[in-house]
């Protein structure tokens, strides 16, 4: 099983980026999918998921309204679409699998390396 996150850097307050991560090794059609966050100095924060065929979506009160997760099956990879950033939102950000439902880190089995973002004037 391998995650590849990608997607991350450095935006100004306001600004946008689209995280990606990249599925091998398992039926990722199938797979419930999931971003988490680490900010400097913080726990592991749950950000958003989504189930398998992308009917349903979830999202952090944190980041509802600013953030859209996706998915394209037929390419194995879903995305984060981050809009409007603002400085809290720097962080190491990993894509996951886990259990439908998952929100707490230690649910998810699977990780991505990360991918930093920086969000900064």
């Known amino acids: 099983v391998q995650l590849q996150a990608s997607g991350g850097g450095l935006v100004h307050p306001g600004g946008s980026l689209r995280l990606s991560c990249a599925a091998s090794?398992?039926?990722?059609?199938?797979?419930?999918m999931s971003w988490l966050r680490q900010a400097p100095g913080k726990d592991l924060e749950w950000v958003a998921s989504?189930?398998?065929?992308?009917?349903?979506?979830y999202y952090a009160s944190s980041v509802k309204g600013r953030f859209t997760i996706s998915r394209d099956n037929a390419k194995n990879t879903f995305y984060l679409q981050m809009n409007s950033l603002k400085p809290e939102d720097t962080a190491v950000y990993y894509c996951?699998?886990?259990?439908?439902?998952?929100?707490?880190?230690?649910?998810?089995?699977?990780w991505g390396q990360g991918t930093l973002v920086t969000v900064s004037s």
């Open positions: 090794g398992f039926v990722f059609s199938n797979q419930y």
């Open positions: 989504i189930w398998s065929d992308g009917t349903y979506t």
């Open positions: 996951a699998a886990g259990p439908s439902g998952a929100t707490m880190a230690v649910d998810f089995h699977f």
